[in-house]
Each structure stands twice: as C-alpha cells, then as structure tokens.
C-alpha cells in the first residue's frame, strides 16, 4: 500500500526566504507525481505535475524535483510571498486504468511580513 | 477551462437526516469522477471513484449502502450521506477527469459537511 509522507508539517518563514518541501513515497512505481496547493476551508489547486520519466519542474517561483528510486520529490519556492501562505499537499499515482491518487499529509506554510 | 462546481459549499443539518451533494463539470465531459473527505489538518482520503453510467467502486472501509454515489451524466455525481451523525462531519472534495485511470483530475471547491 502507497504511503506519502510530508516533512515538514508546519513550517514557518520570514517573507523573502527560499523554501524546500519534502515528500517521500514507499511505492517508487508510480506514473506522476503532483504538488498542490489548499487555502484554508478550499479545494486543490494544481502547482506542478511530474511525469515519472522527468527529473523536475518549474513554474514561475516553484520548481519541483523528483527522484523516482529513492522515492523523494521536493517543492522549492524561492522568494517566499505572504501569499503563499498555505498547505501544499504532495500525491502520488500509479498507473493502470483502476489508479487512484494517494495525498500525502500535508506542510502548513506561513510566510511572515 | 476544466472547472468543476460542488453545491452546496457548506450544510448543516440534524443527526439522522440524509444529505446530498453534487458535483458538476462545467465545460468538459468526466468520464470518471473522484469523492475525496478530509477530516480537520488531515490530508485527502479517497472515498469512492464512478464511472459515468456504472456502480460506483468504494473504498476498503467506506460503506457503500451510507455513501451513495450516483454518477448518471457525464457532467454530474452526486455523493449522498444517508442518516448522517457527528462523525460525518467533514469536508467532501470531488474530482472529475475526463477518462479516469491516470488522467488528470479537476477538483471541485468542496463541501463543508457539519452534523448537529
């Protein structure tokens, strides 16, 4: 059974401070893997995909990494905002047709002015 | 594009009663939709996942007969909680992908779920 881990689970930092987010995997099988973003009492938004073939992502402030055998992926934010406060959720899916996305357990972020 | 609606955004109802939600996508197609619940600082559990014009699969635990899931168009699922209790309580999240499997999925808003 997949299990996703996040570390850490709350992180705190001053605004303008670059920021790594963990998450490991136990099942290194997996066909992608996604970071997402909750505001507080919100649905998911969609911050990056990773194929299981590609070694990282980027968008804007945020680059995603991941390495499939040791199971790890990170989320980089450089140049941390108040508004990226947030929780950023890691999930993981494997292929095949019956695949189901497994959400790991979260890191509350909060940037500071 | 790919916007998925949930209605209603939060309910409160009594212990005993049933309760429904649905979940909608706007502008595409979802062959396959998703139901997701998560409990307070907790992550996103998947519940159940349908398939458009099919039994709905739950997951090992959810009981079929009190979370049921009705998936009749392509553009809506609905999730009923039936003789809902306090520990119902909860967020509902749902997901909708245009042909299930490893698909992307679109998620909804939510529905904030309280039980008196």
């Known amino acids: 059974k997949q299990e996703v881990t996040q570390i850490p689970a709350a992180l705190s930092v001053p605004e303008g401070e670059n920021l790594v987010l963990n998450c490991s995997f136990t099942?290194?099988?997996?066909?992608?893997l996604q970071w997402f973003r909750q505001d507080p009492g919100k649905g998911l938004t969609s911050l990056l995909l990773?194929?299981?073939?590609?070694r990282e992502q980027t968008s804007g402030r945020l680059n995603a990494s991941l390495d499939k055998s040791s199971g790890r992926s990170t989320l980089y934010i450089a140049a941390s905002q108040p508004g990226d406060s947030a929780t950023y959720l890691c999930a993981v899916i494997k292929g095949g047709t019956a695949s189901k996305l497994t959400f790991g357990t979260g890191t509350r972020l909060q940037v500071t002015l | 594009g790919a916007v998925v609606s949930q209605h209603p955004s939060w309910v409160i109802c009594k212990s005993g009663t049933s309760v429904k939600i649905e979940c909608r996508s706007l502008?595409?197609?979802?062959?396959?939709m998703f139901w997701y619940r998560q409990f307070p600082k907790q992550s996103l559990m998947l519940m159940a996942t349908?398939?458009?014009?099919?039994?709905?699969?739950?997951e090992q635990g959810v009981e079929k007969d009190k979370f049921l899931i009705n998936h009749a168009s392509l553009t809506l699922s609905t999730l009923t909680v039936t003789s809902a209790h306090p520990e119902d309580s909860s967020f509902y999240i749902c997901s909708a992908s245009l042909w299930g499997g490893t698909d992307t999925q679109y998620f909804g808003p939510g529905t904030r779920l309280t039980v008196l």
């Open positions: 990773i194929q299981s073939s590609q």
């Open positions: 349908s398939n458009e014009g099919s039994k709905a699969t739950h």
């Open positions: 099942d290194s099988a997996i066909y992608n």
């Open positions: 502008d595409f197609q979802a062959t396959t």
